[in-house]
């Protein structure tokens, strides 16, 4: 379940009426879309974590900017994510359609006059066709931050992890944690398992050669280690990404974007 913030700020782009977008687009809003995707977490996890992770980001990051205003696009509820096709619940796009959906998306809130947009990803799969989206978009001098969350907070998650060893996973310690915090009625955990990973490599090479697609490499489709999971970890991993969205939001207001660049001007 997707909530709204808990203030009750109006921040989601559909709810706003027509005056208030025009206000944002004035005064150099920045949009944020989550990206995420359908697809099984492992027995004990619910099939949107991926997208539920970002929305809440998003909504809480313009929740806590009273100076910067930030608006919540409808989120990109559905991704790339074919290697997870043969567990129960995943619904993928096609590479080329997942594209074009994040190509559309940005152009139309482009066209609407929104200069500082984020594309706030929550899913592995997604993370090279997100940055591809952004840069086909950046040939058409359209612009987007192409952003995965927990690369946001890539020190403390390996500070921090007791097994996973600052990896986000799948259905494991951190990912699990954060629905622990986020969401603890979607969580199951009498059903909690961990996969051995069946690895084609040794765990050295395994971490320069990786296969494009994971599919199958887990029993259960669980990366990680959800038995060290918790309420209170999801809380301080969520705690750090949020406050890195919401510098990202205030610098990205201030900064002018590249567009805005005059031709030739970063020329000598
Ligand atoms: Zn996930």
């Known amino acids: 379940m997707l909530i709204p913030p808990p203030s009750g700020k109006k921040v989601l782009w559909q709810e ?16 944020i879309v989550p990206v995420g995707s359908v697809e099984q977490h492992g027995p004990h996890c619910p099939q949107d ?5 970002p929305y809440h980001l ?4 313009a929740d806590a900017l009273d100076d910067v205003p930030v608006l919540v696009a409808p989120p990109v509820l559905y991704g790339f ?4 096709m043969g567990e129960i619940g995943t619904i993928t796009l096609g590479l080329e359609t997942f594209i074009a959906v994040l190509c559309d998306v940005t152009r139309s809130i482009w066209a609407n006059g929104f200069r500082r947009i984020i594309l706030l990803n929550g899913h592995g799969g997604n993370q090279a066709p997100t940055w591809s989206a952004s840069v086909k978009l950046a040939e058409e001098d359209v612009w987007a931050l192409a952003i995965t969350y927990w690369a946001m907070a890539e020190d403390e998650l390996r500070a921090w992890s007791d097994a996973d060893e ?9 990912e699990t944690s954060l629905q622990l915090y986020l969401r603890p009625q ?13 690895r084609h490599f040794s765990p050295e090479v395994q971490r320069y050669a990786i296969f494009p697609e994971r599919r199958r490499e887990m029993a259960h489709g669980v990366m990680g280690d959800p038995f060290v999971a918790s309420a209170e970890k999801g809380e301080r991993l969520f ?6 969205l919401v510098t990202l939001c205030r610098e990205y207001h201030a900064a002018k974007p ?8 970063h020329c000598p």
Not at 239 to 244: A, E, H, Q, S
């Open 81 to 84: 994510t074919h290697y997870n």
């Open 16 to 31: 706003m009426l027509r005056h208030e977008l025009l206000d944002a687009q004035a005064n150099n809003g920045v949009v």
């Open 166 to 174: 600052g990896s986000i996973g799948h259905g494991g310690e951190w």
């Open 58 to 61: 998003a909504i809480r990051a």
């Open 186 to 198: 979607l969580v199951d955990e009498a059903r909690m398992v961990k996969d051995e990973w069946r």
């Open 49 to 53: 974590v991926d997208i539920s992770i």
């Open 258 to 265: 590249p567009a805005y660049r005059e031709f030739g001007s």
């Open 239 to 244: 705690t750090v990404l949020l406050d890195r």
